[in-house]
Every structure is written in C-alpha cells, then in structure tokens.
C-alpha cells in the first residue's frame, strides 16, 4: 500500500462530516500548529519541499517567503479547477472539507492573514454545499473565527463562488472576480500577488490540493513528506486520469513512483485499453500542455521528468487517446475550448484562438486543403513565436501561449492523419 | 417594493458584510438572486447595485462576464452535455446530439413548455464519467443515449426533485453567522504577532552571532 496523504478519507462513510474527520484525527494539526510560532509553522512547509498543485509549480514555502510583510495581506485558495480533464479538487471539496478548511486556517496563521477566501467553481453545487456546511461546522467547533481554541489567533474564512469562466483559474483573473468583477487578468508586473493581489495587499494564492496536504504536513512533520518521493517531486500527486482507458478516476500516487504505463495499464489503476487497442498519445497536465507519444510511457510521474521530455505535469491531469480516436479532432476540440475561453483581452490570443480553431474544424471535416496546415502553424507561431516549449508569451495571461501546444502537438506527431483527412475530404475515423 | 425577500434580504446583507469591500458581494448576491427568481432579473440587478453602492450597469457588466449568470430566462432545467475532450473520446459530441433530438431543440434554445435549457458545456470536472451532463450544476455520468432519456423523462416527471432544485439554486447551504471578528483586531493582533516575530528573529541572530 503507498501512501495516501489527501485522500486518505475518500472512501469513508459521511467522509465530509466533522464528526467523522475528529474521529481520524482531524484539526489535530491546526491545534499543533497553533502551538508553535508561524516561522516553525513555515519552516515545516519549506522542508516538505512541496510543489503548488494548481499547475505552475511553484515551491509553496518559497512563495510565502515572498509575500510582502505589509498589516495586511490575504489567503486566497483556488479551487476553480476548470482546466480540462482535470478532476481531482472537485474530489477533494466534495469528499474532505474539512482537510481543506484545516490547511487553509494553518496556512493563514504561518503567513499571518487578516482574512482567507476559498474561491470554489461555480459549477461545484455540491462542492460549494460540502465546503459551505464544513466552515459552518468549524465555526461552531471553535476552529476558525475569533480566539481559535484559546490559542489567541482569530480569523474568519469566507467561502467565494464563481459564476463560470476557466479564466478564473488564472490567479490574478481569479483576484479581479474576488473583487466582483470581470474576469480579466492583470498585466504583470507585478508579477506576484504576494506583493500586489486582492484589494491591492499582498496576497498568497495556492490551490486546493497545495492546502489540502498541509495537515499531513504539520502532523508528520516535512522531513516525512520530503522523504516521499525524488528529487523537487515530493509527496504524493492525485492524478486524474480521463480518455481511453478503462478504468478512468482519481488515483493518488507517490511521486516519481509510477510510469506513465503504470498508471494507464495496472489493473489496480487506469487497468488497461479496450481490446486490441493501442496508446497514440497521451496529453500530461491539462489541455495546455504538449502531447508525448508511446515511446515517452516509461516515463516516471514526476515533474521534472514529465519536462524533460518537453511537456510538464501540469495540473495532474492525463488524458489517454488511443489508436481508435482521432488526432484531429481531439486538437480541434481543445482549440474550440480555448476559443472559447479567452477572455478577449490580448489579440493574438482572442482572434488566434478562433482562427485557428476555424481551420483545425475545416480540416476536421474535410473541407481542407493542404496550405491550411502551413497556415495553421503560422497562426500559433504569432501566438507563440518560434512555438518553443515552454512557449514565449505575447499576451497578458498564459493561457494564450497554451493554445498552441495541442494543434503543434498533433500536426508534429499525426501529420499523415491530418493528410488522409485533407486528401479524402473527411475524417477516417468511425465516431 | 425590494426584490429579495425578506429572508434573502437577510442573507444579501451578511453577504454584503463579509468583505473589506462590498463588491467582492456582487457574484455571490447574484446566485442568491437566481436562485429566488430562476434568472437575473433587471430588478435583481437594481437591488443588487444598491446593496452594495455601485452602478446598475456595473453589475450588468460583471455579470455578463460569466456563463452562469443569466439575464434571460432560462428553463427550469439547464440541461449542460460536455463535449470537451475527455467527453468528447467517450461520445460527448454525440450525446449532445441525441440530447437535440430528444428535447427538440438546438443547444442555446428552450423547449416551449419552459422546462428544459439545452447548452454545450465545456469540461465541468466530472471527466472519469465521461460522457457526463450536467443539471442545474449536479452531475450524471457516464450516460448511453438510453440514459439520458431516463434522465429526461426523471426530470419531466419531478423524481429527481431532491437531488436537483429548479435552475438558479446552486449552494441550498448558507453561511451561519456573519464575519466575527472585525478587522480593526484582527490587524491590530496582527501587528503584535509580527512584532514578536521580529523580536524572535533579532533574538536568534544575536544568539548566532554570540556562538561565532
Ligand atoms: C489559464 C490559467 C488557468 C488556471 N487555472 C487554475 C485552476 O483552475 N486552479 C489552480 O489552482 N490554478 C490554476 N492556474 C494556476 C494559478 O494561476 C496559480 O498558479 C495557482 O493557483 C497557484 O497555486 P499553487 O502554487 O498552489 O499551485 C491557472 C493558470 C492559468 C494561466
Ligand atoms: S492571453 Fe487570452 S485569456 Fe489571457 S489575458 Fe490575454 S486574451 Fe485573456
Ligand atoms: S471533459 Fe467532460 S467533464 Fe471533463
């Protein structure tokens, strides 16, 4: 058995009641940490050596350590988890509340804010219901609000809903629609909202399952969590794996401790494909990253790994396509979302986004001729000049440099696909 | 006349005061709008700015920023078919267009007796049951073409009441008490904890510096 540190109560009977986290020890580590000073609290954090799991990956004790020591500065959880095929924070607000709750409390008190927000998706009821009723059941438990357990340390937690936008994820978008506003992010600099970010004070944003394993952490101390794992990919990752296989869910895994193949084929996990079929390509991370190919399977699930091999772990997400589906059409559909999704702020991200998802759906249903291809990449390379991984920025926000990661991905790897389709006027494949 | 009533008036008031800034209150006050009226009714969108000391068109502009938000009515059942990838390898376009032929209607359109909004929907996180619709906000999934009629025919027939309110009602679960701890303390006791930190800090340096 390996370890299981976030869904260690998935599973449970009434895994969201407080009653039931008390039982498994809950709010234990709040109170521990509470007894120590914030540096120690932080010091525990840095030790772990943890990786922010929203996606960019950033060392969560470094990013505290950059935050602004102005009287006033703020927590803000992001759990808007729209990235496509991502599903893991929507298990975790549904099936443990309260791990969440009792991250963000002992995360508030290591960097002293003056109040923290959990920004759920709007699209989460039920998310929203479970976190809603959890907070109400910390206040009257005495864990968040003023004096909390006789410690001295007040502070009050508001839980934030979204209204559906997948720019709202971005961490400065995510701040403007705290605000009450549009969802447009900011023009950096400044680069970090550990020095500018909600209401103009110096702001922390980590993500759902970055919180989620600070109990674990301040229970077993970061020297434990460090000892999970290799190299910067410490503790565990909850991968969501989606597509063709047959077994598609959450899975939480050691880091690095796994392949690629592994976690597709282990009948314990993604147990395999329908028969006789085979892997094309995978996409690791969320639509926003480049695709690998079979020959990239026994890659070990870790982030530098995963990067090495030119694409990134991302949000944790992995996406199966097998020798069944189409390239094309699975590249226009991801370019169809981000075209959606742009929140028209930066040209080359609003107008490109459509183009090119104009000309992947021409190729897709065959009304294509072979200079579109040309074309095609010529659009994303004045999105992302040169189309390097990772890619140059032209816009605001880093969802416009993402958009061509797909279509390059696909063009790369499939271009004989994208000819048959071009040449026999249709896709060949049955749907 | 207001449009909250009396009780959703309460309810927008603790909303209004759990931020240092009123409008952070503008989407959650919106939700709680839909969730009276089904949609974001002109009216709603009035109250709302003057709940929270802003523009009418302010909050029209914000609004119509989200998909969620809407300022035309919908049906009492807003029927979302993903079609995003991991849905789409395991037959989201298709389902989205057997779920056409059943209501009779093109995604964006409402069926005549006001009860079902058809939408196409972006990866709303449900991806291991692909492919998954959404129902006002609650999810099922994986579903045949045969289970989406059962679906259909569930929600026409008022046996999924329970599990799914009318559209507009996201969270049935609101927030017991208001903020408790005002800010002033809060900063105030803020002030003392980096002060002791500070303390604590030029007291490990001078012992470092005595070690050396
Ligand atoms: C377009 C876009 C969408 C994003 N969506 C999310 C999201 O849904 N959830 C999330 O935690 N981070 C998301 N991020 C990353 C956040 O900006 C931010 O890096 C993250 O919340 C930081 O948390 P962490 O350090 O704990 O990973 C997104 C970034 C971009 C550019
Ligand atoms: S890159 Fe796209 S999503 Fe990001 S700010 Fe610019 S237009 Fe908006
Ligand atoms: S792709 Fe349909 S729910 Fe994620």
């Not at chain 1, 959880?77 to 549904?94: A, C, Q, R, W």
């Not at chain 1, 869910?249 to 282990?266: P, Q, V």
């Not at chain 2, 959650?28 to 839909?34: E, G, Y």
């Not at chain 2, 129902?135 to 045949?144: I, K, Q």
Request: glycine share 10%.
């Amino acid at each position: 058995m390996s370890t299981k540190i976030v869904t260690a109560r998935v599973g449970v009977p009434d895994s969201y009641l407080l009653s039931t986290y008390l039982e498994h020890g809950g709010y234990s580590s709040l109170k521990k940490a509470l007894a120590m000073t914030p540096e120690e609290v932080h010091a525990e954090v840095n030790a772990s050596g943890m990786l922010g799991r929203g996606g960019a990956g950033f060392e969560a004790g470094r990013k505290w350590a950059m935050l602004k020591q102005d009287v006033v500065r703020y927590l803000v959880v992001n759990g808007d988890e729209s990235e496509p095929s991502t599903f893991k924070d929507h298990l975790l607000v549904e099936q443990d509340p309260h791990q969440l709750v009792e991250g963000t409390l002992i995360t508030a008190y290591a960097i002293g804010a003056s109040r923290a927000f959990i920004y759920l998706r709007g699209e989460f009821a039920l998310g929203l219901e479970r976190v809603q009723a959890a907070i109400n059941e910390a206040y009257a438990y005495g864990a968040v609000g003023r004096n909390i357990f006789g410690s001295g340390f007040s502070i009050d937690l508001v839980l934030q809903p979204g209204a559906g936008a997948y720019i709202c994820g971005e961490e400065t978008a995510l701040i403007e629609s705290l605000e009450g506003k549009r969802g447009f992010p900011r023009i950096k600099p400044p680069y970090f909202p550990a020095v500018i970010g909600l209401y103009g004070a110096p702001t922390i944003v980590n993500n759902v399952e970055t919180m989620s394993n600070i109990p674990w952490i301040i229970a077993n101390g970061g020297k434990s969590f460090a000892a999970l794992g290799k190299g910067r990919s410490t503790g565990t990752r909850l991968f969501a794996l989606s597509g063709d296989v047959l077994r598609p869910g959450n899975y939480e895994l050691e880091m690095t401790s796994k392949t690629f193949r592994e976690l597709i084929f282990d009948p314990e996990f993604g147990g395999g494909l329908r028969d006789g079929r085979s892997v094309k390509a995978v996409i690791p991370g969320g639509v926003s990253a480049p695709w690998i190919g079979p020959d990239n399977l026994d890659l070990p699930l870790g982030q530098d790994e995963v990067a090495q091999a030119g694409s990134m772990l991302g949000s944790g997400s992995i996406i199966v396509i097998d020798d069944h589906s189409c390239a094309v059409r699975a590249a226009w559909r991801i370019t169809k979302f981000f075209n959606r999704e742009s929140c028209g702020q930066c040209t080359p991200c609003r107008e490109g986004s459509g183009w090119i998802e104009k000309i992947m759906h021409r190729i897709e249903l065959g009304s294509a001729t072979e200079s579109d291809l040309d074309l095609v990449l010529d659009v994303c390379d004045n999105i992302a000049p040169g189309l390097t991984w990772p890619p140059q920025q032209t816009t605001i926000c880093v969802l416009g440099p993402s958009i061509p990661s797909s279509v390059v991905s696909a063009i790369k790897m499939f271009r004989d696909e994208f000819m048959i389709h071009i040449k026999e006027e249709g896709c060949p494949f049955v749907h | 006349m207001s449009f909250f009533t009396p009780e959703n008036l309460g309810k927008a008031q603790v909303l209004v005061g759990l931020y240092p800034d009123k409008r952070s209150a503008l989407i959650p006050l919106c939700h709680l709008a839909q969730g009276q009226h089904g949609h974001l009714s002109n009216e709603a969108m009035v109250e709302i700015a003057e709940l929270l000391g802003i523009q009418p068109a302010e909050v029209m502009g914000t609004a119509s920023f989200y998909d969620m938000l809407h300022t035309e009515e919908v049906g009492k059942y807003l029927v979302g078919v993903c079609t995003n990838v991991a849905c789409m390898l395991g037959g989201g376009l298709e389902l989205l267009e057997h779920a056409s032929d059943v209501l009779g209607i093109p995604p964006g359109a409402t069926t005549d007796d006001g009860m079902f909004t058809l939408e196409e929907v972006e990866c709303v996180a449900h991806c291991d049951k692909a492919p998954c619709a959404q129902v006002n906000y609650r999810y099922f999934g994986p579903l045949a073409d045969s289970d989406f009629d059962r679906l259909v025919d569930d929600l026409r027939s008022d046996r999924l009441s329970e599990t799914v309110p009318p559209h507009g009602v996201l969270s049935r679960v609101f927030r017991d008490a208001p903020a408790m701890v005002p800010l002033e303390i809060i900063h105030q006791e803020r002030r003392d904890m980096d002060e002791a930190k500070k303390a604590r800090l030029a007291a490990q340096n001078q012992d470092a510096g005595g070690k050396q």
